[in-house]
């Protein structure tokens, strides 16, 4: 369902409203955005949303400073994320903020995270073009990466697994 063709219940931006107007922060997941916009949260300020998103939050919302490619973004005590994998990205933020950088590294290690991104990062993802085609390459980038101070001659790599 589309956040620009389902129309909000016209008290849940009220009730946000009442809620951040006593919360130290509030943060919109994703399309949240749309609900904090709504409540008029993001009027003056830096937000984002799911990239496919951006564009109508910005035409529905020209008070808000939409910037469509980044994870995450923190402007004072309002928070918005992207989608999905970003949310986790931008809890991890609010628990760096709370506890410290050592607490959220050991929290995205519980979650087993393959990596920690930063609310500036694009969403999308360079990584995923640079992503091993097959299982053989993954296993050679997997011993280049154990084996860097090592010389890395093709006779000295193990005979793939299959």
């Excluded at 994870?71 to 903020?97: F, K, P």
């Excluded at 519980?110 to 920690?116: D, T």
């Amino acid at each position: 369902m589309s956040p620009t063709s389902t129309p909000l219940a016209p008290e849940l931006p009220r009730l946000v409203g009442r809620i951040a107007a006593r919360a130290r922060r509030i943060a919109g997941l994703c399309t949240g955005a749309f609900v904090l916009a709504e409540a008029g949260l993001l009027d003056g300020r830096r937000a984002t949303t799911h990239w496919a998103w951006t564009k109508a939050l910005q035409q529905r919302h020209p008070g808000a400073q939409v910037e469509a490619d980044r994870i995450y973004i923190a402007d004072r005590s309002v928070w918005t994320s992207a989608g999905m994998t970003a949310e986790l990205d931008l809890a991890l933020a609010l628990v760096e903020d709370d506890l410290g950088a050592e607490v959220a590294r050991s929290v995205a290690h519980q979650l087993v995270m393959h990596q920690r991104r930063s609310g500036g990062q694009s969403q999308h993802s360079e990584m995923l073009r640079l992503a091993p085609k097959s299982d053989r390459i993954q296993q050679a980038l997997e011993h280049a990466r154990r084996n860097l101070a090592q010389p890395l001659s093709v006779e000295h790599w193990p005979k793939p697994r299959v």
